[in-house]
C-alpha cells in the first residue's frame, strides 16, 4: 500500500513541475515577443547575449554599453534608452562601433 502511495505522489509531483516548467517557458516566449534586442545598453556582464569576438554568450560583456553586446528592452525603447558609446548617445537595433564616451 505504502508504495502505490509514494508511487501516485512521485507521479502528482512530475506533473506538477512539468506544467510548471512549460508554464515558465510560455511566459519567456511572451517575454522575449514583447521584446527587442537592443545593442550598447548593456552594462559589463550584464548582456543577454552576442558579446562579439572573445567572448561566449549572456554575462560576458567585457565593458559596459559595449556596442556588439545586446540586452532585451521592451519593444519600441530601445532607441530612447541612453548608450554614451553609441553614435547616436542611443541603443540600437543593430551592434555598432563604439565611440569615446562623453
Same mark, same amino acid.
Given at each position: ?9 512521485? %507521479? ?7 506544467? /510548471? /516548467?512549460?508554464?515558465?517557458?510560455? %511566459? ?11 545593442? /550598447? ?17 549572456? /554575462? ?43
Amino acid at each position: 500500500m505504502t508504495k502505490t502511495k509514494l508511487s501516485t505522489a512521485a %507521479i502528482t509531483l512530475a506533473l506538477c513541475a512539468a506544467v /510548471g /516548467g512549460a508554464a515558465t517557458q510560455g %511566459i519567456a516566449a511572451d517575454k522575449a515577443a514583447a521584446s527587442e534586442k537592443c545593442f /550598447g545598453v548593456a552594462l559589463k556582464g550584464k548582456n543577454d547575449c552576442a558579446a562579439g569576438k572573445g567572448t561566449s554568450c549572456a /554575462g560576458t560583456s567585457r565593458t559596459d554599453h559595449q556596442g556588439n553586446a545586446w540586452k532585451l528592452v521592451p519593444d519600441g525603447t530601445c532607441v530612447a534608452t541612453a548608450s554614451p558609446k553609441s553614435p547616436t548617445g542611443f541603443g540600437q537595433l543593430a551592434e555598432f562601433k563604439e565611440v569615446k564616451a562623453k
